[in-house]
């Protein structure tokens, strides 16, 4: 059985605003439930966790009902770090389980499902898969004196969720002690020594951080 795990229990301190960013509604519709309906969308059968802080976990089941929302999920509680809250997901998928397991942040919701399948797919055959998508800008690195100079764009690439697992080889490196380098699950798969396997992500996918995202989101559903 294959598992998504959908991460909400950060702060979104960059956004700002009073209701946790990953309820604000766009089109009409908390971004949130956006983002469930992707994966449901990819496979009705496949398990849903959603990682969500205590404290709003309340909140979630009202919006729920307000929206009639009624696709399948079970719930963990969001930690101090997004490595915590992989974990705490993580946590309620059964040792003894079989398959793929992804992990998605809860406000990239314009995932598509080819995307989804092409990461679940890769992982099943290569144990580990992320999107990423090239870089278009110039880069620039910038030393400890505050100089910087260019490098080469085409070595770099921006990575995206969901990034998919072998369910045993998650448990194994979630095991891990917290290392501050953890900025994505890939980054703690690739801490035991494993090759984690790029697939084509897709440029939509973006994370919604700031209120410029919203504006970008609200752009993306009405064209
Ligand atoms: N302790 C944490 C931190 C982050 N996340 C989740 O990881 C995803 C990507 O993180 P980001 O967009 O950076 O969210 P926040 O950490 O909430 O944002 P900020 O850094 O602005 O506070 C989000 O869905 C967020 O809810 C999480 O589940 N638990
Ligand atoms: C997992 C992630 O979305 C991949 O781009 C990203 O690393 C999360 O970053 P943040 O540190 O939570 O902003």
Sequence with gaps: MDYVIIVAG?????????IPKQFLPVAGKPILMRTIERFHEYSPELNIILVLPESQQEYWHQLCQEH???????????????????????ALVPDT??????FHDGVRPFVSTEVIDECYETAREEYAAIPVYAV???????????????????????????????????????NQEYKEQFTDDASVVESLGCQVAMVDGNRENIKITTPFDIKIAEALLNQ
Excluded at 68 to 90: E, P, V
Excluded at 97 to 102: I, L
Excluded at 148 to 173: C, E, H, M, W
């Design 10 to 18: 950060g702060k979104g301190l960059r956004m700002g605003s009073e």
């Design 68 to 90: 009639h929302f009624s696709i399948k999920h079970q719930i963990a509680n969001g930690g101090d770090t997004r490595f915590q809250s992989s974990k705490n997901g993580l």
């Design 97 to 102: 389980e079989d398959g793929v397991v992804g």
């Design 136 to 174: 278009t800008d110039t880069l620039r690195y910038i030393d400890q004196h505050g100089g910087g100079k260019n490098v080469l764009r085409s070595d770099y690439r921006v990575v995206q969720t969901p990034q998919a697992f072998d369910i045993g080889l998650a448990k194994q490196a979630f």
